[in-house]
């Protein structure tokens, strides 16, 4: 007969006995470590189960109402083994009485019955412990190969569903790009993406520290301009400006401030100009020259200003077209320039300014992130409807997404097919034996309870068959 099965608190109290079933596997939520911090000291460190061991280590009230499921059919079975039992003792004490040959067939069905009722009890109670706690060979077996069934759990999952054959022919049956591209269409999908790519830029962007990302940046910046010689790239494009005449309206801004500058303080002009004059000429000559210089330098930058042709011009020119040609080809000219270059990425202000512009980005994109109407997010949602769309409708792309996606996937489950498989193993090899048998038993429990029924059944019927050929045969 089947022992009654104790109440959760009893089960665990029992498993903590020494020397009880189970005792020497110890639960998630009662394993801790024992650190001595003193003499007669100690502190108790628990870690935190994770949620895959807390949902293996407490019963949910699903779980409970399972249990008591169990625990009706068990009592269902138990009483139809009771039933045939009385059956038997009755037939064969009518049989034994003279009530006729029909008390020969019923004990003979209710002796089947009876065995394999029992039979199927041993087997049902075998898979979840020791029947009448008897170490019977071979029993227990949830509990005692609980590992062993998590590795050949691990291993059956790793051939029969991360196999590179099976991902590649259901990917290509669910037709991922057509999907996806009917679902990218869809504007409020579009508005999802769209939110979530947003917020995944804000997180990126708020875990990286400034320090990091600045001196990444400052560092590739600065090997990059150490490696690439730029005196001949500013050479061709000095040349380009000059050819074009791009640099006039440079030369003509210049003018316009020199004239308007010199006009504003010609009377610190010409005092400095007769500030430098000799100590022995009489002062109104100093003077006298001093407005001259002043006059004739503001007539030439006047000139310069308004004559294109002016041979000041042409001049400037011609020093920048051979300035441009230096920058190409003379290597002393080209060696100042690179020299000129360390000194200004070495400055600390350069270096400063770098820091900053990574500042600014990063602010700049973080507003945009998070305004809905800002051009980056609207761009993005724009370019995710034109993309859905067109997955949606060209075979062509479709069948290229289908290509990217299970190839991904056929990589992903072939490189890390072991590290998959483990995480099964791994976790069935923490559960609690005991806990996990019982937890187990609550969600089959009521099927398996069937077994015994129907070999309660079967083995009537079995029992009257034999006895009824065994009858006729030996008539």
């Not at 020497?24 to 000291?41: C, I, L, M, S, Y």
């Not at 708020?206 to 150490?226: F, H, K, P």
């Not at 072939?414 to 559960?431: F, K, M, P, Q």
Request: proline fraction near 4%; aromatic fraction near 6%.
């Amino acid at each position: 007969m089947e022992r009654t099965e104790p109440e959760d608190a009893g089960a665990e109290g029992r498993s903590a006995r020494p020397g009880a079933p189970g005792h020497h596997v110890t639960t998630a939520v009662d394993q801790a470590e024992r650190t001595t911090t003193g003499p007669g000291r100690e502190r108790r460190a628990t870690t935190a189960p994770g949620p895959t061991n807390r949902a293996m280590t407490s019963f949910s009230p699903a779980d409970e109402e399972k249990r008591r499921g169990v625990r009706q059919m068990k009592l269902t079975a138990t009483g139809l083994l009771l039933f045939v039992a009385l059956v038997y003792v009755l037939a064969t004490w009518a049989s034994h009485e003279g009530a006729g040959a029909w008390a020969g067939y019923v004990a003979a069905a209710a002796e089947a019955g009876m065995v394999g009722a029992l039979a199927d009890w041993f087997a049902v109670t075998a898979l979840f412990r020791h029947p009448l706690g008897l170490p019977i060979p071979h029993t227990a077996i949830i509990p005692t190969k609980k590992d062993q069934l998590g590795v050949s759990l691990g291993e059956f999952v790793g051939e029969n569903f991360l196999s590179s054959d099976v991902v590649r022919q259901r990917l290509r049956a669910v037709g991922i790009g057509s999907r996806l591209g009917a679902w990218l269409a869809e504007p409020e999908h579009a508005d999802r993406v769209t939110a979530e790519l947003a917020a995944a830029l804000r997180g990126a962007l708020t875990v990286l520290r400034d320090s990091d990302v600045q001196a990444v940046v400052g560092e590739a910046i600065t090997r990059r301009a150490d490696a690439q010689e730029i005196a001949p790239g500013i050479g061709k494009m000095l040349e380009k400006i000059v050819a074009d005449g791009g640099h006039n309206r440079v030369v003509d801004l210049v003018c316009i401030r020199a004239h308007d500058w010199l006009v504003f303080h010609d009377e610190q002009v010409m005092d400095a100009i007769q500030g430098g004059a000799p100590g022995w000429t009489p002062r109104f000559v100093d003077k006298k020259v001093g407005e001259r210089v002043y006059k004739e330098l503001l007539r030439f930058v006047t000139e310069m200003r308004d004559a294109p042709s002016h041979p000041a011009r042409g001049a400037l020119d011609r020093f920048l077209t051979d300035f441009a040609s230096d920058l190409q080809s003379d290597t002393d000219t080209r060696a100042r320039v690179e020299r000129l270059k360390g000194e200004v990425l070495g400055r600390g202000e350069v270096q400063d300014l770098i820091a900053s512009a990574w500042t600014a980005v990063r602010s700049m994109i973080v507003s945009a992130a998070e305004d809905e109407r800002s051009e980056l997010r609207l761009r993005v949602r724009a370019s995710l409807l034109s993309l859905g769309a067109r997955m949606a409708t060209d075979p062509k792309l479709q069948a290229k997404v289908d290509r990217w996606v299970e190839g991904a996937a056929v990589y992903v489950v072939t490189t890390y097919r072991t590290e998959i498989t483990s995480l099964i193993t791994d976790t069935v090899a923490g559960w609690d034996a005991e806990h996990t048998t019982r937890k187990i038993e609550a969600h089959i429990g009521r099927d398996l309870q069937f077994i015994r029924i129907n070999g309660t059944v079967v083995g009537s019927l079995a029992g009257l068959l034999i006895y009824t050929v065994s009858r006729i045969v030996g008539a």
